[in-house]
């Protein structure tokens, strides 16, 4: 037994690290999603919608969002028409969580894991916010193909995105790079 101790230790730390930093950062969000009414909708949540609608009314598109009394999401109304709701779980907070877990077991020097954790959420969260854009202007012209696009294009693209940031962490900065 001690010999595959000695053996995978490389991938029982890895697995430590990316579950404690997982459960943590979890547990940490869990908290602060408890602080709000079961029918009402999150800060964060409330702010990636704003920052949607702040992004395509750049276009000067006919862009809004309204929050709905006593619910847990946010609707989207593009030339007037409802297109999308937004939950929680749309606001990449959960796959920020586990992009920073990931980075962590695989860490490097300090200060380049804090920057490559702070620059990659803060890209992620963007993306993100550029994703549900996208996804409310296809629903719109596309609505016919909700499941496609919800389902599958557009969580390919922001997990394709989160697998590249990881293999240019793993390749570049880890310390499994060397």
Known sequence: ???????YRPFLIFLAKFFLTYLVLSLIYQGYLSQFDIHAVDGITELVATNTTQL??????????KEISNTSYIMFYYNQQAVARMIEGCNAISVIILFVSF?????GKLKTTLFFI???SVFIYILNVIRIALLCLALYWFPEQQSFLHQIVFPLFIYGVV???WVVWVN???LYAK
């Open 1 to 7: 037994m001690k010999k595959y101790l000695i053996l």
């Open 56 to 65: 395509v009314t750049l276009f000067e598109a006919d862009f809004y969002i």
């Open 103 to 107: 980075v962590v077991s695989f860490s």
């Open 118 to 120: 702070l620059g990659g």
């Open 163 to 165: 697998f590249i940031l």
């Open 172 to 174: 570049k900065f880890s």
